[in-house]
Nanobody, 127 residues
Framework: QLQLVQSGGGLVQPGGSLRLSCAAS??????IGWFHQAPGKEREGLSC????????HYADSVKGRFTISRDNAKNTVYLQMNSVKPEDTGVYYC??????????????????????WGQGAQVTVSS
């Protein structure tokens, strides 16, 4: 069964950088998404990467600041967070979509498409 193990997170100053990792136990997924849940708010989709074809998508709130990438050899997806802001504070989750649809790409704004979730990682942006 697919399992996602997250690492990274922590305290970072505004304007700083942080990298989150999401290691998958198998290759049986079509896309990985990253989601953010700020304190007292609903979970929001930030970005996703599809496996075949390889496509990436970003929410406007992180476009140009965050980068999603994948290391095939390690079966790990990363979220590089640059120029972080206090509003980026919250718990970050990676999740896997295991439904294969040819040329479908991925979508980040519907968490219900993602059946498997990582354990979450706290990110706090504060000086």
């Amino acid at each position: 069964q697919l399992q996602l193990v997250q690492s990274g997170g922590g305290l970072v100053q505004p304007g700083g950088s942080l990298r989150l990792s999401c290691a998958a136990s198998t290759l049986e997924y079509s896309a990985i998404g990253w989601f953010h849940q700020a304190p007292g708010k609903e979970r929001e989709g930030l970005s996703c990467i599809s496996i075949e074809p390889s496509k990436t998508h970003y929410a406007d709130s992180v476009k140009g600041r965050f980068t999603i990438s994948r290391d095939n050899a390690k079966n790990t997806v990363y979220l590089q967070m640059n120029s972080v802001k206090p509003e980026d504070t919250g718990v970050y989750y990676c999740a896997a979509d295991t439904v294969f649809v040819p040329d479908a790409g991925c979508t980040y704004d519907n968490p219900y498409l993602y059946a498997y979730w990582g354990q979450g990682a706290q990110v706090t942006v504060s000086s």
